[in-house]
């Protein structure tokens, strides 16, 4: 019988969720859609020192605003909670005890400081100190100590930490679904603690503990966790578990789009982009750091951004192979439907700053023009501007090409809902000649006798009057254009016209007339 698939997103609340997260829950989410699985929210908070108010309720806010749902979790509960580890603190012990006795942990006594003054020792000597099997045998451990002073120890109630005891030079191979195997000796694998007197297990032990309680059929993770991966395989081995063990898929790590390391916050505010879903108020700093939802990115936009971050779909169906371009835009229907780890690449992935601009320029493109109207209205409040709903809805459908995020429709828009009250000088320069006035009163008489129709006024103003006293079209529609718009941008002239009205048209056109006047030249 094959095994249900159910995944987890195991994030530590030590502060906002960076976006190589948020593509892991992605991943994550995608895998169990696929196959019919679970998708789990579990909170890794262990590390109490490391903790975040915050940071957890963040880390929902986000991926629900993503639309990455889960089946069990911190949030929602379920059949295999709690969710949180500090709430399942109590259940640890055991298995720590577990190692201790089948011979796979030791207690180990070491005091911080004496840890420290080894390691400087060994830097002294231009070595690195490690605490394995070459140098456990000098510490104070319960491999090194007698059962009795061990026993003494403990019942004094000294601190003490439990680590892992690998095993002397034997290779560990860890089977990953993108990687292939990767091997690695135990002896370059230091004993990692595992447990604390505090009952504080570390995250590696109620990491694997937890999978497996959990019934986890795969780990799909960040590449930082690859490192970590061969103590998790013989903690597999060490509990008697290798037979449910998970398999395991390290992702690619997300890269400056310099492409040299790790994107971080900083490249973040240096290029102008953010690295987190949601705008986040550090509660100690009090620094915000910027999110996409708060910079106007879409959440469908941001979901495709990050899934092609990595993966992409392979070439498009019935491509022979000429043109190995794969589709692009895809929803998280698409993403369920073409989701694969084999098309993970193995190498870490550019961040392209425009290339995410011109994802959310196609979303807006695929909004409705009501939606985008909706979006925009608060924009228009801000602007006290009380424009008729349909009108809004026109603009919008007009202008949405333009634009790549619903900030930018206000300078995009604003003249169709108030009129000019300045006029780009550069272009009165280059346009607005000597006679313009007169060209402009001729535009106002038109207005006032032609039917306000668009082929009719075409007729009259261009045909007519432009064509028929060879005019300079240019000039005169620019001027025009700058009358109505303040500036030489915008959309066709006379729909414009059309859209704004007769008497708006004409009243800008007078106030133009009014203000630049009439020129040498
Ligand atoms: N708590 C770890 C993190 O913050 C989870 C690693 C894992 O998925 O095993 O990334």
Redesign the pocket.
Known sequence: MSREVRVRF???PTGPLHIGGVRTALYNYLFAKQNGGKMILRI?DTDQTRFVPGAEDYIIEALTWLGIQFDEGVHIGGPFGPYRQSDRKPMYKQYADQLIRDGWAYYAFDHPDELEAKRKEYEAQKKTFQYDCNTRGMMQNSLSLSEDEVKQRLNNGEPYVVRFKFPADTEITVHDLIRGDVTMNSNLLDDKVLFKSDGMPT?HLA?IVDDHTMEISH?I??EE?LPSAPLHVMLYRAFGWEETMPQFAHLPLLLKPEGNGKLSKRDGDRLGFPVFPLDWHDPKSGEISSGYRERGYFPEAVVNILALLGWNPGKREGDNGANPVYQEILSMNDLIKLFNISHISKSGAKFNVEKAKWFNHEYMQMHSDEDIAAMFQPILDSHNVKADHDYVVKVCGMMKERINFISEMWDTTSYFFVAPTEYDPAAIKKRWKAGMTTHMAKVIEILNTVPFEYDAIHKALLDDYIVGNQLNMGQVMNSLRLAVVGKTVGPDMLTLVMMLGKDETIRRVQRAIDTIGEVEN
């Open positions: 195991a994030p530590s890794e995250y990491n780990v993770r960040g966790w």
